[in-house]
Structures are given as C-alpha cells and as structure tokens.
C-alpha cells in the first residue's frame, strides 16, 4: 500500500517500504517500554525463585547432615544386633515354629480348664480341712472356750 497514492505524487520505488519498515520500528518501539517492564517482572520473580531455592537447598542439606549424624549414631549398635538377629532368624525358620500356635491353643483348650479345675478342688479341699479342724475334738474345747470368754 502507497501512503503517498491519493495525494497525487509520482511513486518512487521502495518508499512504500520503507514507510512500512519505518512503521514497524515505530510500533515496536512503541512496544519497548512494556516489553522491558514485563523482563523486569520477570527478572524479579527469577530472582525471588532462586532465594526460595537456595534456602530450600540449604534446609535439605542441614536435613542431610542430621540424618548423617542419625546414621552414625546408630550404625553400630545394629550391626552389634546382626548376630543375634541372625540366630532368631534360624530358629524361626525351623519348622517347629509353625506348630507353636497350635500347641498354645491346645494347651488354652485342654491345660487351662484342668487347672481351673484344680483349683477349685484345692479351695474345697482347704474347706473341708479347715471345717474338719475346727470340728476335732481339742479343738471343739477351744473354739468353745473362746465363745464363751
């Protein structure tokens, strides 16, 4: 398009061109000053990430440095339990283990209600026992003394 078409002026080659390059230049200078203010925000929100990042970075390397200090702490008290640890595992890995729960449920099921059993016998035994004491013949005398005291 010819800025210069309706005013009557001959054309002269490459004007046209050059108005529009001219054109361009103006509209993205005219640009500059937002362009630069959204860098700056830019640069200012890099900024603003990158102190949030070291003081992320220096948290995880204090975090780092204690679980160093966790892991030296307790590194030679486990390897002192491994031995031990070694030996339940070749007790429960025999297979006798495995009958454990059964035997402790027979011996709930058929033990426990036998001791019950005796120890209700042992209280009637020691009622009688006593009952009989009580009722022996010297001792007869004394309860009656004691009575009538």
Known sequence: MDPFRGLGLPRIPGLSELVDVLREQTEALAQLPRTMADLNTAVRELVAATRVATEAIASAQRTAERLEDLVEELEEPVRALRPGLERVGRVL?????????????TVADDLLPLVHGLRQATDRVGSVTGFLRRQAPGNRRRAEDETSG
Request: charged share 30%; no cysteine.
């Open 93 to 105: 890995d025999d297979p006798a283990i495995d009958t454990v729960p059964g035997t402790l449920r």
